[in-house]
């Protein structure tokens, strides 16, 4: 959606596909953070994106072992907006659909799911597509595959995936909030489990965080069971334990960590999960997207309009945005290793591990871990409009 935008504002015809009728489904990310926001900002549309409802995030809590702990600060970033904005990918969405729909070059054809690829030789030229009203062929320049960590693009293109790991799944629900509630989206990480909170006002957005494959386990091991370790974790949520009526409250996400090899082929590219998909470590995923669909607006945009788009143009987006999706994915493996697989693994209260020690002792490093979460490795920006 952000790249559908960017495009059609620098001129160039665009189709957004969406399979759904729209895009309210739950158990997304909902980070928003600095540096999509300062592309927002480039953009000028913050002022919009800030009247619609959202929470701002200025650091990240945890508490580990019954100790409290702060892990990055947002506050000191010189951008326009030093924080996290908390809001429903769904709103985020349309928030963009919105704009881009502003544009006569943008179309958005919902209820459209893509089965296939148009080959003309060696070229993708565009894709076959399931609609209510029957299959139909839509011809094109450039198929973009942004379809997540399941990508039906990149399987029907036959690009080699490499699998990195990851040593966790989560299970999503949802508890209602009540006044009296804290404020601040936290987590917590006690022996055996990580429990996260994400504050959506009239709710909480809850994330257990399991060892990998072990959502079997934790639903034999029976319902009450459950509740009680999400009670153990969070006490204030003790009287509302029983608002989990049945498994089917509790959505599984399968966590991968995984890029290709090659993004591209003639008339085909991968970006955001599609090409790399990442952790829920930081909450990165929307935002590392975001940046590949700028850098992708940049280089391609004018190739596009004047005809002119080659194979070089489409690895050339993947040599900007390969080495920031490396570096992030190693991060989080390094996060996944130390930390979250050792306090699955872990039957023994916990200590505070060395590397948040040093956090809390030097406030500075707070400050990185916030660049690093809230900035990123090569932040990408949005190309000035043409008076054209």
Same mark, same amino acid.
């Given at each position: 959606m952000?790249?559908?935008?960017? *495009? +059609?504002? +620098?001129?160039? !015809?665009? =189709?957004? *596909? !969406?399979?759904h009728a729209d895009f309210l489904r739950d158990f997304r990310g909902d980070t928003v953070h600095p540096s999509t926001l300062e592309i927002i900002h480039?953009?000028?549309l913050l002022d919009d994106f800030l009247s619609r409802p959202h929470q701002q995030v200025s650091r990240i809590l945890g508490r580990i072992g019954g100790d409290p702990v702060v892990v990055a600060e947002f506050g000191h970033l010189n951008l326009a907006c030093p924080y996290i904005a908390m809001m429903p990918q769904w709103d985020f969405l349309d928030f963009l659909a919105d704009h +881009?729909? @502003?544009?006569?070059?943008? $179309?958005?054809? @919902?209820?459209a799911k893509v089965t296939g690829l148009i080959h003309d030789g060696d070229r993708i030229a565009g894709? @076959? =597509? !399931?609609?209510p009203e029957g299959a139909l062929q839509i011809h094109s320049d450039l198929v973009v595959g942004a379809d997540g960590r399941g990508s039906a693009v990149r399987d029907l293109a036959d690009l080699a995936v490499q699998d990195i790991g990851a040593p966790m799944d989560v299970l999503w629900l949802r508890i209602s909030r009540k006044p009296g509630d804290p404020d601040d989206s936290m987590g917590n990480f006690n022996p055996g489990n990580i429990f996260v909170l994400i504050n959506r006002q009239d709710y909480w957005q809850c994330a257990y965080v399991i060892p990998k494959d072990g959502a079997t386990e934790v639903r034999a091991q029976g319902l009450d069971d459950f509740r009680q370790k999400i009670a153990d974790a969070m006490p204030f949520l003790n009287d509302r334990v029983n608002e989990i009526t049945s498994w089917n409250d509790v959505k599984l996400l399968t966590v991968k960590v995984d890029r290709l090899k090659q993004w591209s082929r003639p008339g085909l590219l991968c970006i955001g999960d599609a090409a790399h998909a990442m952790s829920p470590v930081g909450g990165v995923g929307i935002n590392l997207a975001v940046q590949d669909a700028v850098a992708a607006a940049n280089i391609l945009a004018q190739p596009l309009k004047t005809k002119q788009l080659s194979i070089d143009h489409l690895r050339a987006v993947q040599k900007r945005r390969f080495f920031p999706a490396r570096i992030t994915q190693s991060i989080?493996?390094? =996060? $996944?290793?130390? #930390? #979250? $697989?050792r306090v699955l693994a872990s039957n023994k209260p916990l200590n505070l591990p060395l590397p948040l020690r040093l956090v809390q002792r030097w406030p500075r490093l707070k400050r990185w871990i916030g660049y690093a979460i809230g900035v990123g490795v090569r932040p !990408?920006? =949005?190309k000035p409009r043409t008076r054209e």
């Open positions: 952000m790249l559908g935008l960017l *495009l +059609a504002r +620098a001129g160039v !015809e665009v =189709v957004v *596909l !969406e399979k480039e953009l000028g +881009a729909k @502003t544009y006569p070059n943008f $179309q958005l054809r @919902t209820n894709v @076959t =597509v !399931e609609t989080q493996v390094l =996060v $996944q290793s130390r #930390i #979250i $697989q !990408e920006h =949005v």
